[in-house]
């Protein structure tokens, strides 16, 4: 017997297995980057894994938008939001690390495709076929907050990331303590940044795909971050002591 769901009921159940996720999460460090393991299966190169798991939520997120077009001008510019985003993480953050000669679990890759595609498929759908905001949704408090936390939430994200990707040399790829920035305060504004912009737009697109976005990104981001922050902790004795994880003077 088949169970049919709705994509509300789907919704639910997959924002659910996030936050069920994320205990785990706190426990088992993803690894890639600092904290790849070889023992994870067969490997890829670090960049090619970036490009593939990213680029295939851009891709996905076209040809679901494209099938159920929609010509509502606020759905055309949150599409337009996303796709500017999902361009810079999969070809322009990539290309720009300095990562030659790392490698990543080709299952790490496997499942961030997954849930990047689910997470775009549903955002996709949602934006073309079931959102259709009205003349003047501009002036809506949550539109007005949501653009702002969205623009300063990835400027916050783009810059740390380039203080990260430029603390390396051409051919290094070994870890140094960032400074300046929001890195004053926390270990990983990056990680922060990425999570304030996606909470601004949820906050602009208000619908239950835009919140699965949300609760998807923070509970891969808060964990990796803390363990981050810890790695920072146990490989540079001298790792300022009033720097927070991720969450200026609080967490
Ligand atoms: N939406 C989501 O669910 C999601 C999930 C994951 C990531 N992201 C975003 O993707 C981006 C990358 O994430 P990430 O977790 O891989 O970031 P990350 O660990 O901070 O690394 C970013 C880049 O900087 C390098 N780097 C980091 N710390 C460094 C240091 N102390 N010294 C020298 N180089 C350093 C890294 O090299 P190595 O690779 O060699 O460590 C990597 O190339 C971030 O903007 C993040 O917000 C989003």
């Given amino acids: 017997m088949f169970l049919f769901i709705s994509l509300q009921q789907f919704l639910y159940i997959w924002i659910a297995l996030a936050i069920v996720l994320f205990p785990l999460q706190l426990f088992v460090s993803a690894p890639y980057g600092r904290h790849t393991k070889t023992t994870w299966g067969p490997m890829l190169s670090n960049q090619l894994g970036w490009i593939i798991m990213e680029a295939w939520a851009l ?10 077009f929609n010509t509502n001008q606020y759905a055309l510019f949150f599409g337009a939001l996303y796709i500017i985003h999902y361009i810079n993480r999969s070809f322009i953050f990539p290309l720009r690390t300095k990562t030659k000669g790392k490698q990543m679990p080709l299952l790490i890759a496997s499942f961030a495709l997954i849930f990047n595609s689910i997470n775009a ?8 076929e079931v959102s259709n905001y009205p003349v ?22 783009i810059k740390s990331d380039s203080i990260l990707i430029n603390l390396r ?17 926390i270990s990983c504004p990056n990680h922060f940044g990425e999570i304030v912009e996606w909470f601004g737009f949820m906050l602009m697109v208000w619908n239950l795909a835009g919140v699965a976005f949300l609760v998807w990104t923070a509970s891969n981001l808060l964990p990796r971050a803390l363990h981050h922050h810890k790695w920072y902790q146990q490989h540079f004795p001298n790792y300022p002591k009033e720097r927070k994880a991720v969450l200026p003077f609080s967490l």
């Fill in 59 to 68: 891709v996905t997120f076209v040809i679901v938008y494209l099938l159920f």
């Fill in 121 to 128: 498929a549903c955002l996709a759908f949602f934006l073309s």
């Fill in 136 to 157: 003047g949704y501009i002036f809506k408090w949550n539109f007005l907050l949501g653009f702002f936390l969205f623009f300063a939430g990835a400027f916050i994200n």
């Fill in 169 to 185: 040399k051409p051919g290094e790829t070994d870890y140094k303590i960032p400074q300046g920035f929001l890195f004053r305060y």
